[in-house]
């Protein structure tokens, strides 16, 4: 059967702005089917986005959802899981976003553990803003503002998140639409700060600048260099060069900062009777 | 996900309706390049249904369209 997404996304909204080949749409469709799987309901759940491209995904589906400044979507998004537990709060956005400007909110909302899912889609680039070089650009690659070449070594988002203490990371591609749904809705239903990572494509100001001959041949690449991480256990350091693992990172139990927050709730209240 | 092989694909079943909204469709071509079967074919900037009997319904150009525009009725 074909899926039904117009029936979570606000009417009159398509066409989107998104550039012909824009892989955001691809990842908005899998946010859609994962939201579904969940059996999420629009009262109950939070979008919360930056500034971007890709920060623009909430302003099309049908649910709760908050547009905020560039680079903070994890600190609004604190503030609603605090105010209010019992929502399942999802951000949304780009690199640059949330590993630039907003790299220290995205840190500490690791750090914390809190229990919300953050699905950043890794373009590579400042796609909005005509294609400034992002602390995810890869070493060598072009952008307006690295005409020769990125001198600067590059960030892998899901190991940052790692390293910052999430307790769930995932990554996979704009290629791999089934396999976005199945993490998202995996990074929802885990008590903790869930990060899934999608590998995502940019023709307009990443594509053009660095040869690609078009859109589908940046998904070939994104499909060619990815390795589930199953797979890549059983492969040399050669063979995996230039590769990227796909699949989930990382898993753990922790304690949830929503859970950690409410025993200083309770603590503080039976000091002051 | 990998596509699978062309000539390796068993079609079963009726002939699914393919469904494109030329207003959403901004010609990408990503579902008529990774169609197993060469369903779709691009002409100029909207994508057609050429070889709909050849459809395996593997919806995988549903999945990948990145601006809704292309729906595969099964049934
Ligand atoms: C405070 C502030 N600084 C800079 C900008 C300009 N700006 C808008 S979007 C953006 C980068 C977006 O890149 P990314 O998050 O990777 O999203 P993409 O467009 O690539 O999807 C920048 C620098 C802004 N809107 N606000
Ligand atoms: S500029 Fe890049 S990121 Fe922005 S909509 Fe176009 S393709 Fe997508
Ligand atoms: S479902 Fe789409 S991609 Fe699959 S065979 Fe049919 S037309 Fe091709
Ligand atoms: S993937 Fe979607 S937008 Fe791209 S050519 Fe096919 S139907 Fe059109
Ligand atoms: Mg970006």
């Known amino acids: ?273 | 996900m990998s596509s699978p092989k062309a000539e390796a694909v068993q079609k079963t079943g009726a002939t699914p309706r393919i469904e494109v909204i030329e207003r959403y469709c901004k010609g990408c071509s990503i579902c008529a390049e990774f169609c197993p079967t060469k369903v779709l074919e691009m002409e100029t900037f909207v994508v057609k249904v050429v070889k709909p009997e050849a459809c395996i319904k593997c919806m995988q150009c549903e999945l990948r369209c990145p601006d809704f525009a292309i729906k595969v009725h099964t049934e």
């Open chain 1, 1 to 273: 059967m074909a899926y039904d997404y117009e029936k979570s996304i606000r009417p009159g909204k398509l066409p989107h702005i998104w550039c012909p080949g824009c892989g955001h749409g691809i990842v908005m469709k899998g946010l859609i089917r994962a939201m579904d799987s969940c059996g999420l309901e629009k009262n109950n759940t939070a979008l919360v986005s930056g500034i971007g491209c890709a920060s623009r995904l909430p302003g099309y589906v049908d649910m709760c959802t908050l547009h905020t400044a560039h680079g903070r979507a994890a600190a609004f998004a604190t503030g609603v899981k605090m105010a209010k537990p019992e929502m399942t709060v999802i951000c949304l956005g780009g690199d640059g976003d949330g590993t630039a400007i907003g790299g220290n909110h995205f840190i500490h909302a690791c750090r914390r553990n809190i229990d919300m899912t953050y699905v950043i889609m890794n373009n590579f680039i400042y796609g909005m803003t005509g294609g400034q070089f992002s602390p995810c650009t890869p070493t060598g690659m072009k952008a307006s503002t690295t005409p020769y070449g990125n001198p600067d070594p590059t960030f892998d988002i899901s190991k940052l998140a790692i390293g910052a203490g999430a307790t769930f990371v995932a990554r996979t591609t704009a290629f791999h639409a089934t396999q976005i749904d199945k993490l998202i809705a995996e990074g929802i239903k885990h008590k903790g700060m869930a990060v899934i990572e999608v590998l995502d494509d940019c023709p307009t100001t990443y594509g053009r600048r660095n040869k690609f001959r078009s859109v589908v041949d940046m998904m070939k690449k994104l499909k060619e260099n990815a390795v589930p991480v199953q797979a890549a256990s059983k492969m040399t350091a050669e063979q995996l060069q230039g590769k990227f693992l796909t699949g989930v990172l990382y898993k753990e139990d922790k304690p949830e900062y929503i859970e950690q927050y409410a025993k200083v709730i309770a603590k503080a209240q039976g000091q002051a009777s």
